[in-house]
């Protein structure tokens, strides 16, 4: 497999992991997330438009979301992900918190703007909503993340 | 934002600067905000928080992306495929085994081969039209359906049918008088075959650049326009001229016969004897029928010998008496310093 397609892999499979917090759950909502667009584009699939992969991705959250119950403990997912243990050791309990009590668009907008990186313009075509409302939803979300890891080891 | 009434300047609500904090941290504002935010921020103590903790998400959610998936879940989500996409993989032409491939190309290119040859009007174009296989020489006269061909083969006239009708053919289907007896009536005699019912046989004739030296076929032409079948003639038999006649520049590369007539009072004498000469003369029979083939009161000889010895031939046979000899054209072409013979001995005065 190209390492195109794979950091495309890489990149949804994280998506589902961080906003699920369920490894089986967020396994199987990425990998129909990959089906379909491996269905629609084939060998390009590296290549899909970033606004695309917005709307698959959180059409997929939608329907799997309802599966994982927000009052379930915290469960760390440990087979699906490597964590990094240098140069510093990510505390994701924290990101467990913040996500468990976040509403879903706010961490939907936080994870493809701070972790995967998509613009704010493919986020708000994404969303179908306007680049304001995108940034006081990233705003709201790294005050609320950043409140969370306040005083504690993740940074 | 309210009015400063010593600078005139609009000043931030804690609300508003609270706000724009995202935009600040993250370089989004113009400069005139930026300056507002900083000295909002100077004074007031939670948006000096609120910017620690908007910089520690982001710091935090930016670290997150060094998270990496494990071989296994990146296997699993490699590996995934619904029905759409594997139909889709395994429609794509290039992913079919080379030898389905090749064997989809051949089957294809036959299909399109055989629509091309069934589908092009062959007999409209000239060049394969049946009749573009007939020589100069022949002249069609009419055409007639198969199921009137019975009715009117009494039509057909003269030696020119005679001269199609295989000599060989006939030979090698003699084995009996019968047979000898309907190849000698179409080669001597020029009388018209009759085949039997059922048995229709093409109409043509001898080319008339080259007359058959024994009947000529006569059609009547109709004065209307609807085609009209010939009606029947009688065949007229042509005295054969007494010397060969010289065949034509395109006859001469054509397949040809010598026909020799003779009449002897001697013939049981001279018979045997001509035979001995003819075979002398390197004379081959071109059939089963054995040279001098008695058949009533005349003998019949038919067959091949090397073109030197023609005159050689001819002068043999003038001793014995007068000799009327034509060069007809033939269907079959002796090989080069061959010719073909046929010879008809009737006893008599």
Known sequence: MKQAEQLRVRDIGLFFLLGLMDERTALTAAGRVIAQLKAQYGDSFQSVPPVV?????????????????????????????????????????????????????????????????????????????SVGTIRYRLGKGVRQLGLVVRGGSAT | MSQDPKTNKRKLTPFLAHEMLYDYVTGHLDAERRVAIEEFIKTDRESQNLIDAIKRGIAYSQSLREIQLSAAAL????????????????????????????????????????????????????????????????????????????????????????????????????????????????????????????????????????????????????????????????????????????PTAAARGRGFVYRAFMTLSDLETAAPKITQQVKELGAEKAGEVELGWKRGTGRYYHFTMPEANEQKLLEALRAYGPVRISKDPHPRQMPEGEVRFILWIESGA
């Not at chain 1, 997929?60 to 927000?70: C, E, G």
């Not at chain 1, 706010?106 to 075509?125: C, I, P």
């Not at chain 2, 080669?187 to 093409?202: F, I, K, L, T």
């Open chain 1, 53 to 129: 992969l917005i709307r698959s991705c959180r059409a997929s959250w939608k329907a799997f979301r309802r599966t994982v119950p927000r009052n379930q403990p915290v469960e760390i997912p440990q087979a699906a992900w490597v964590l990094p243990s240098s140069p510093r050791e990510i505390d994701i309990t924290a990101w467990g918190r913040y996500q468990k009590d976040a509403s879903d668009d706010d961490v939907m907008a936080l994870l493809f703007s701070h972790v995967l990186g998509f613009s704010d313009t493919d986020l708000a075509e994404g969303f179908q909503t």
């Open chain 2, 75 to 246: 296997a699993e989500l490699e590996q995934a495929e619904n029905l759409v996409s594997i139909s889709k993989r395994l429609a794509r032409w290039s992913s079919w085994p080379d030898s389905l491939r090749w064997s989809i190309i051949a089957v294809a290119i036959s299909a399109c081969t055989a629509g091309i040859m069934v589908l092009i009007p062959w007999k409209s174009i000239p060049l394969f039209s049946p009749g573009a296989l007939r020589d100069e020489n022949t002249v069609e006269i009419a055409r007639i359906d198969a199921k009137r061909g019975n009715q009117n083969d009494a039509n057909l006239v003269g030696g020119a049918q005679a001269d199609l009708a295989d000599e060989s053919e006939a030979d090698s289907n003699a084995t009996g008088d019968q047979s000898g007896d309907e190849e000698f009536a179409e080669e001597s005699s020029g009388q018209v075959r009759v085949p039997p019912a059922g048995q229709p046989e093409p109409l043509k004739v001898s080319p008339p650049s080259t007359p058959p030296p024994i009947a000529v076929a006569v059609a009547k032409p109709s004065s209307g326009t609807a085609p009209v079948i010939p009606k029947p003639v009688t065949a007229v038999a042509v005295p054969t001229p007494a010397t060969a006649t010289q």
